[in-house]
RNA sequence: GCCGCAGUGGUGGAAUGGUAGACACGAUGGACUUAAAAUCCAUUGACCCUCAAACGGUCGUGCCGGUUCGAGUCCGGCCUGCGGUACCA
């Protein structure tokens, strides 16, 4: 159609559509991106072959989302965006890829939708994964969706359970009874981020701990390899520490002190063997079972009552440090084994029964919760470790302190250093029977039941009281249909009311049997699931074990941080399980660990206000007691002063404010996390159907470094959204929609080649280190240079958009095929650069003087090594022979190609 | 408190110990347009000098000090923010 015809035939009422015309040869993402999808997903394009040996394998994983009713959020595409680069990087480079997708489906929303509505959780869940799965593939990510796990289907958690199942062989599940978070109002047992200050969340209803019988995995048994086997991986720093703290390994000794009176023994784990002599009394926690024992009977009451203090107070109540000690005397007296001095046995719940014996000696000269423990109940402190001032604070200094007072028959640390009288002591013990060097740690075991209905059912049944494994070909065992979600309301979970299900007999010898009716936590099918991708049809096991030797270890592992602990510790101890049975090939599931930053909502300009309406700082405002008016401005009503943002002079009367005082307004400036309550969340679907997929992409890369906390910016998806425009200009008439004229044939230029390998190294080279802005802004700069080119090389133009493929895949596809090439770029060798094109024909000396540039000299690049010529030209720059003429030169600084320095005096 | 990370223009950010601010956003001015949008061009760290511009100069990467011919970068000591953890004996 002749589009100036057409434009003037058209009513004046008619002109926007005008635009619209003109418009539909420019880029126009819709247009382009959906069919490049459909065309990847019906070619499998990115199917992996999982025959093919011949090239070097490359994993990279995503930590699979759990499908939350809110869909997708540009947290999420952020790592899937980086992972999904790699992958076409690295498929370019001739690896063999596997990357893959899944649902972490199991949880709590689900479950408690099902009890508002009655929706099955399924349903829910199914819901939701077509919602996921949409979503990112309208983001052109290129999963291989034949692998595609989901930890609720039969197919998955079957081998869940068999996992399960070998823990409990190899004596790592257990039956245990701990306390969990009761609710009698609600008749349910709460999680812990359900319980807000000791109340539930729904409701505000007390909450007590109420023990219960639970099944428990023995992580502890792995402790040492899963703290030592941190020093191989290729984690950042911050998440190894995280996981080192968790564990918190503390080497010391077990002590035995004889109970006066009685023939008890308390035995107590101490970091600080070297400081016996200074124990002036010991502490037993409130639940340690020696306090019956010890109290005497004119305590007994006080005891009793400090018991059940404490009982009701909740773990943050016990733990909190602010608050002052408590405790209570026993009347009991136990016998230091050092010098059998008698001393007092108290109880008091700065102890805690789950840490080492559940019983301390204190040494309140070198321990500082002792310390204060003992000046509030008048206790004597004993100076043993010379070097400070114990009367004034303990002296906890474990290094070049000086043993004293620390001498009885047979035995004297006086005048060793800790370490030296920490090993002597420790001998001693050991001679004497009275102890041993021993090892604790902070890591617990891993509490494994939910009473909850949306969880794998644990394989396990109750015959005779005793658990039993459910058989292996049994397996998967799948979760009955219930006819309500609500708890049980005695705690059980909603599994424990259905009868039909629950009894059962035992196959093996026909008794009668209950089914255990706790399930297990979300984390348990997120621990395995890299496994699971590897062989997703596999029917002999978890994982083909030759395809395992394959594949594993996952070579890059992206997720955020929140997971730097929890997850990442249950899924290596898991896979260390695995690999003592021979499932898995590896030490470590996750070779290499990246965590992404999370994204903030755009930044927020707020004037603070109180109730009546006077100004208030940003301090004031977060220590007003009232309710603050929170007053969003934009970017008119602002301006930057000296030390921050305050109102704008001619904006103050808007606001109601007194305009003497205009210019000391300050206003609070941030980005704060996108949360539904505030209203800042950015949903991906709204970018994509503006700016497109490519433009979300290349946005959540060029916001800044992958593991940085970012504000997300609409201006900034506009920024690269016109990139985009440029990029497509370049290579298409947005008048015909044909090709540009100026695309030809023709043998680069050297600048061109120059630029061109410019841009191969630096995006190479930036892919591979993860820093994907900056090689946005290389694939810029080329675009940027190409557009001033009369004469386009088609050959260069096209290696450009290889580069640009693994970023903005769909416009790169779309622009490859109007070049005429059959195939779809994904398929490309990624190019090499040449060196011979980066050297450059001359070079810019910066010239200092006392290293302030003074002037500048360009020189060709076979005269800029002559150093005696360079510094001879560089002394006549009339810029910088002012500042010699000051004084001598006394040293000459030559660096080739780059700077040259004169020190003068 | 302890552990880890980070502080660079109005904003996001860039800089193997070698000309700080690449690439973007925003802003300002201009071109095109009846107009707007889109697009293109130019300027854009602060300050001083100047009628103005050019030229030039001073300062400038949270603060104080050090190493170095030369420090955003390395070292020591602080401050602030973010994340984790917290009576773990």
Redesign the pocket.
Known sequence: MDYKKAIISLSCEA?HET?EILRMS?YNPSNIEPKWQSYWLENKTFKTDDADRSRPKFYILDMFPYPSSAGLHVGHPEGYTATDILARYKRMKGFNVLHPMGWDAFGLPAEQYAVKTGTHPRVTTQYNITQFRRQLQAIGFSYDWDREVDTTDPAYFRWTQWIFLQLYHQGLAYEASVPVNWCPALGTVLANEEVIDGKSEVGGFPVIRKPMRQWMLKITAYAERLLNDLDELDW???VK??QR??I?K?V?ADVRFDVDGHDEVIE?????PDTLWGATYMVL?PEHPLVDVITTSEQRDAVEQYRKDASLKSDQD????R?K??GMFTGGYAVNPVNNARIPVWVA??????????A?MA?PGH?E?DW?FAKTFGLPIVEVVAGGNVEEAAYTDNQDGVLTNSASTGISLDGLNVPEAKKRIITWLEEQQKGRGTV?Y?LRDWLFSRQRYWGEPIPIIHVDGQPKPVAESALPLELPEVEKYEPSGTGESPLATIEEWVNTTDPETGKPARRETNTMPQWAGSCWYYLRYISPDYELGPVDPEKEKYWMPVDMYVGG??H??LHLLYARFWHKVLYDLGVVSTKEPFQRLVNQGMILGE?EYTLFKDADGAYLSPDQAERYDGEVQRIKLT?EDIE?TSTGFALKTDAVQKYGLSEAAAGTYVIEARSY?MSKSRGNVINPDDVIKEYGADALRLYEM????LE????W?M??V???F??L??VW?VYVDDRTDELNADLVDVEATRDQLKVLHETIKKVTEDIEGG?Y??A??QL??F??EA?KWEQKPKSVMNTFLVLLSPFAPHIAEELWSRLGNPNTIAAENWPKFDESYLVADAF???I?V?????G?LELPADKATDKDLVLSMAKAEP?VAKYLAEGNIV?E?F?PK??V?F?VK
């Open positions: 002109k635009n420019e950042p720093d911050s520490e995280m703290n968790w918190g503390s010391g107590v784990f101490t970091t600080r926690a016990r733990t909190d440090t608050k000690k408590t719940d700065y102890v805690l029964i789950s840490y080492g014996t559940g301390i040494v321990d919760r204060e604790n902070k941080a929140e730097a602990v930044m970017d930057k996390k060029f916001m800044g470094p940085q906390v970012k504000p910016s201006r900034g506009e920024g690269v016109r990139f425009k440029r200009r820093r802005n900056t946005i802004s810029m700069i675009n940027n557009m810019t000396y910066a200092q006392n290293g302030k540039v003074r500048t810029g040293k600084v660096v780059k700077i320095n020190v």
